[in-house]
Every structure is written in C-alpha cells, then in structure tokens.
C-alpha cells in the first residue's frame, strides 16, 4: 500500500511563506492527480489546489488563487504547494492527496483514495 507523506509546516507571521512537500513512499503509486486538501478546527475539509498530471491541468480554490502554487513530478510521485503571502485563515492542518480510480472532480474528496496524515500550518498575525 502506498503511503503520502508531507513535510514543510509550520508557524509563520502574516504575510510569510511556506513551502509544504509530499511523497509517496512503500509500494509505486500510479496516480493521475495529485493534491492538496486543509482543515481548519471546527471546519470541514476544503479543497486547497490540485494538478493533474496528463495535461498539466490545475486547479486553485478561489481563496489561495495567486498567493499559493503548485507543483509537482509525476515519475517521482511528488507535489509541491508553495504559500505566499499567508493570512491567519490560512491556518489548518494541510493533508496531501491522490488520485487512481474514478474523476469526481479535481476539486471533490471523492476523486482522491490516497491521503497522507497531514501537516500544521500556523499563521500568526
């Protein structure tokens, strides 16, 4: 079974950046998409940026278009979400996600049967 694993969090002032990364480690991952999800305490999971690797199509939430990036390497199975200019609302644990069976939408938790544990971000104003 292959496993996500994310790296990069922290706490860091309004106005900062972050870089998180995710890895597929144990057995290959054949993915088609690859994302990243956030949940905020007392919030349900929401959708943050997705990139899909035929096409090199992605998708942003409307609340980090501009200010978040992503990126990745599909033969290594790895993406990428650089954050800039973070806001306290920001704040969330961010879990990384991917995607091998059925399309429900690059946005929709549905699309995605790989989930990492997930990483604290913390932003301080």
């Known amino acids: 079974q292959a496993q996500l694993v994310e790296s990069g969090g922290g706490l860091v002032q309004a106005g900062g950046s972050l870089r998180l990364s995710c890895a597929a480690s144990?057995?290959?991952?054949?993915?088609?998409?690859m994302g990243w999800f956030r949940q905020a305490p007392g919030k349900e999971r929401e959708f943050v940026a997705a990139?899909?690797?035929?096409?090199?199509?992605?998708l942003y939430a409307n609340s980090v278009e501009g200010r978040f990036t992503i990126s990745g390497d599909n033969a290594k199975n790895v993406v990428f979400l650089q954050m800039n200019s973070l806001k306290p609302e920001d704040t969330a644990a961010y879990y990384c996600?991917?995607?091998?069976?059925?399309?429900?939408?690059?946005?929709?938790?549905?699309?995605?049967?790989?989930w990492g544990q997930g990483t604290q971000v913390t932003v301080s104003s």
């Open positions: 996600a991917a995607g091998s069976g059925t399309y429900y939408g690059s946005d929709h938790p549905r699309t995605y049967n790989y």
């Open positions: 144990g057995r290959t991952l054949s993915s088609y998409i």
């Open positions: 990139i899909r690797w035929t096409g090199g199509h992605i």
